[in-house]
């Protein structure tokens, strides 16, 4: 086993795969859309979940008003980010890795200013942090992994990317990482999709054993 994880880094998504912020996040969208009266529902605002939040404003055509929709929307997260939960096998996963050695970070669409609380709620320290406000161009493209990878060593020969979205697998191809899928749902819906789905966090364990 050894041998298998030696040199390699594991590079986590933040939303939907450390962390269960689902719920939060409707609340934050629901009270801004009141607040200012958008008329774009959840569901039109999922759909764009793993983006960076400018982009969902232009995909959303609410770039006449992105300051205040971030204001308020980030706003409301930091305050109630108590409502956040783990995502299974959180604290045990981290324990293996700690234990293993294995270096890792956290590559997130969110902004620093509500990223920084979560860390300090699941008490989280990856070797490398980058938010949105690290990069120009957030997932999918390829700017936070060449960031990432000028503050790894050179003896890294191996990279992975846990993420749960179709955006996150985008980014995972175009950064040249191999691909682990967290999927809450059964792994056996997931068997011809040809890559590792993990539904509970310390099964990535199992993958380098």
């Not at 204001?71 to 980010?81: I, S």
């Not at 299974?88 to 620093?112: A, V, Y």
């Not at 990432?148 to 995972?172: C, M, P, R, W």
């Amino acid at each position: 086993v050894a041998e298998m994880i030696d040199n390699i880094h594991i590079s986590f998504d933040l939303d939907g795969t450390l962390i269960d912020s689902k719920p939060l996040m409707k609340l934050s969208w629901d009270n801004v859309n009141t607040k200012l009266n958008l008329g774009i529902g959840w569901e039109m605002y999922r759909k764009n979940i793993g983006l960076p939040f400018s982009q969902i404003c232009k995909n959303l055509s609410l770039e006449g008003v992105e300051s205040e929709v971030y204001d308020l929307y980030f706003r409301f997260n930091q305050d109630n980010v108590n409502k956040i939960k783990p995502m299974h096998g959180l604290k045990e996963c981290f324990e293996w890795i700690d234990m293993s050695n294995i270096g890792w970070s956290i590559i997130t669409s969110k902004p620093k200013v509500t990223t920084d609380p979560i860390l300090e709620l699941f008490d989280l320290s990856p070797k490398v942090l980058i938010t949105a406000d690290d990069v120009e161009n957030g997932k999918p493209c390829a700017d936070s992994s060449q960031l990432l990878t000028s503050q790894l060593n050179d003896e890294i020969n191996k990279i992975y990317y846990v993420g749960d979205t179709t955006i996150d697998h985008l980014f995972a191809i175009n950064s040249g990482f191999e691909f682990i899928e967290f999927n809450q749902l059964s792994e056996s819906q997931y068997i011809l999709n040809n890559r590792p789905v993990v539904s509970n966090l310390l099964d990535i364990k199992l993958l380098f054993e």
